[in-house]
């Protein structure tokens, strides 16, 4: 039953991100049946993957993710130099996919409990008018460490005009504007949707 969920969730996702790309539900996580059963507090997080043309998006992604998500306080995040020390030691390039030897050395070297992994599949700033409004979109997944099963996948798509305001107040220019705010909500929806968090258990 639980492994028809999932493929349920596979073959659906594609068509919820058409009717919502552009939606205010933004962004969209989806729980799989190991979620409020797998402890999330410390947590790993490897570089992004860049699937755009952006110059260095998945690494403008993953700085921003990983500045965001500690100044949450909910969790205890891993220093990026152990985790990329930890991959080069087990030969891990980043964008590859993690075997079960590197969830293995997660869990004795550095104690983790979960992963999460990250790929930018939009990136770019348009010309609008005399501005420029950029577009982010990107998917999150937070994975067990002991098994490598994703427990939360999450997506996000935003434009800068999306936040706009009276008078164009509050409309975002950047691209690491942007980001910032994308990763904001996403964490501000893991919180509401009591995903994770050290103070839950």
Not at 160 to 186: I, P, Q, S, W
Request: with cysteine.
């Amino acid at each position: 039953m639980k492994s028809s969920k999932s493929i349920k969730w596979v073959l659906l996702s594609p068509l919820l991100v058409a009717l919502l790309g552009c939606g205010k539900r933004l962004p969209l996580t989806y729980e799989s049946p190991l979620a409020g059963k797998v402890r999330v507090c410390r947590v790993a997080v490897l570089p992004f993957t860049n699937e755009t043309t952006y110059p260095l998006g998945g690494t403008l992604l993953y700085r921003i993710f990983l500045g965001e998500m500690v100044a949450t306080g909910r969790f205890r995040v891993v220093n990026e130099g152990d985790v990329r020390r930890l991959m080069l030691r087990q030969r891990l390039m980043p964008g590859e996919t993690p075997g079960k030897e590197f969830y293995r050395a997660l869990v004795e070297n550095l104690g983790v409990e979960a992963l999460i992994t990250g790929r930018v599949v939009e990136m770019e700033e348009v010309r609008k008018g005399r501005g420029v409004e950029p577009r982010v979109a990107f998917w999150l997944e937070v994975r067990d460490a002991r098994s490598g099963k994703v427990v939360w996948s999450t997506y996000s798509r935003r434009r800068g005009g999306d936040y706009r305001k009276v008078m164009h107040f509050g409309v975002v220019n950047t691209v690491t504007a942007l980001v910032k705010k994308m990763c904001d909500e996403v964490l501000k929806n893991w919180e509401k949707e009591g995903l994770g968090g050290c103070e839950e258990w």
